[in-house]
């Protein structure tokens, strides 16, 4: 009935993600690395106040060549007491109670375990998860990570939304979500699905953009009036250092360095800052290499 109800032009079956099965087949060819994708369920927002309190993590292999995902290899799951009670509308979120978490502590030794091998960790937001992981647990500060939002170009092949649970039903899939290990499996499932004609999985795009670095560009002292161009442009407001910035590849930079000219600076020479920015150092919250230019 669900195939019959699928081949119809005026529908779409989704399926439940089989968190069992998640992952492609055992890769023969090329170079075979190692990824482990990760999802922190916390007390609250900022990784200075709040705590982790549930972390899921898969590894599975792929394809360094092209990104073909390869088998699940690793998982774990666990949770970690904060200390206090978990604020009733978070628990409202995910579910986590404060019995759930009673006197439980996240295992070091079999994280480190688990972790050892891997090239990259992705995160399905990793500017949410990595200040949160790296303060709990410092060996992510030395890791590589990757974004499966910000580092695949999903709305270039017309995904209206990076959100997870809407690039799962673009593959036809639907899942209980906020609950940390089967987030990750989530991801996964959506990395492996073809990334339009490219040739190339999702995976494969978010890891040739991980490789590159980025570029942060900070619209100093740019006037109060043109906030709403900036935000307009891609530009979000960083409240610590009171400045608009973008994050830029480097084929973009020559050319916003033209429109901040004209369009913020009313044509006028002024220094901008550009923050260069790697996968050790991209979404950790730690800066980069800064130098300034005069446009």
């Given at each position: 009935?669900?195939?019959?109800?699928?081949?119809h032009?005026?529908y779409?079956?989704?399926?439940?993600?089989?968190?069992?099965?998640?992952?492609?087949?055992?890769?023969?060819?090329?170079?075979?690395?190692?990824?482990?994708?990760?999802?922190?369920?916390?007390?609250?927002?900022?990784?200075?106040?709040?705590?982790?309190?549930?972390?899921?993590?898969?590894?599975?292999?792929?394809?360094?060549?092209?990104?073909?995902?390869?088998?699940?290899?690793?998982?774990?799951?666990?949770?970690?007491?904060?200390?206090?009670?978990?604020p009733?509308?978070?628990?409202?979120?995910h579910?986590?109670?404060?019995?759930?978490?009673?006197?439980?502590?996240?295992?070091?030794?079999?994280?480190?375990?688990?972790?050892k091998?891997?090239?990259?960790?992705?995160?399905?937001?990793?500017?949410?998860?990595?200040?949160?992981?790296?303060?709990r647990?410092?060996?992510?500060?030395?890791?590589?990570?990757?974004?499966?939002?910000?580092?695949?170009?999903?709305?270039?092949?017309?995904?209206?939304?990076?959100?997870?649970?809407?690039?799962?039903?673009?593959?036809?899939?639907?899942?209980?979500?906020?609950?940390?290990?089967?987030?990750?499996?989530?991801?996964?499932?959506?990395?492996?699905?073809?990334?339009?004609?490219?040739?190339?999985?999702?995976?494969?795009?978010?890891?040739?953009?991980?490789?590159?670095?980025?570029?942060?560009?900070?619209a100093?002292n740019?006037?109060?009036?043109?906030?709403?161009?900036?935000?307009?442009?891609?530009?979000?407001?960083?409240?610590?250092?009171?400045?608009?910035?973008?994050?830029?590849?480097?084929?973009?930079?020559?050319?916003?360095?033209?429109?901040?000219?004209?369009?913020?600076?009313?044509?006028?020479?002024?220094?901008?800052?550009?923050?260069?920015?790697?996968?050790?150092?991209?979404?950790?919250?730690?800066?980069?290499?800064?130098?300034?230019?005069?446009?």
């Amino acid at each position: 009935m669900a195939e019959q109800v699928d081949a119809h032009p005026d529908y779409r079956v989704l399926r439940r993600l089989d968190a069992a099965s998640i992952g492609g087949a055992k890769i023969t060819e090329g170079t075979i690395r190692r990824a482990a994708i990760v999802d922190v369920e916390t007390t609250g927002m900022d990784p200075k106040t709040d705590q982790v309190i549930e972390l899921g993590i898969v590894v599975f292999e792929y394809a360094a060549e092209t990104g073909q995902v390869g088998p699940a290899v690793g998982h774990f799951s666990g949770f970690e007491d904060p200390g206090r009670p978990i604020p009733k509308e978070v628990t409202a979120i995910h579910g986590i109670t404060d019995e759930m978490v009673k006197g439980k502590r996240l295992d070091e030794s079999v994280i480190a375990g688990l972790l050892k091998g891997s090239g990259i960790v992705i995160a399905h937001n990793a500017e949410f998860d990595r200040p949160f992981l790296e303060a709990r647990l410092p060996l992510f500060g030395s890791l590589p990570w990757g974004c499966s939002i910000r580092d695949v170009p999903w709305k270039a092949q017309g995904a209206s939304s990076s959100a997870l649970e809407l690039l799962a039903y673009r593959a036809g899939l639907f899942f209980d979500a906020h609950r940390a290990e089967i987030d990750c499996r989530a991801v996964l499932a959506v990395l492996a699905q073809p990334f339009g004609d490219t040739g190339r999985s999702a995976l494969g795009e978010l890891l040739e953009h991980a490789r590159q670095p980025s570029y942060r560009l900070a619209a100093l002292n740019s006037p109060f009036e043109v906030k709403d161009l900036l935000k307009a442009r891609g530009y979000r407001w960083c409240a610590d250092a009171k400045v608009w910035v973008r994050d830029l590849a480097d084929a973009e930079r020559a050319a916003e360095l033209e429109w901040l000219k004209a369009a913020v600076y009313d044509g006028k020479s002024v220094e901008v800052e550009i923050e260069t920015l790697d996968a050790k150092r991209r979404y950790s919250g730690r800066e980069g290499k800064k130098e300034r230019v005069r446009v």
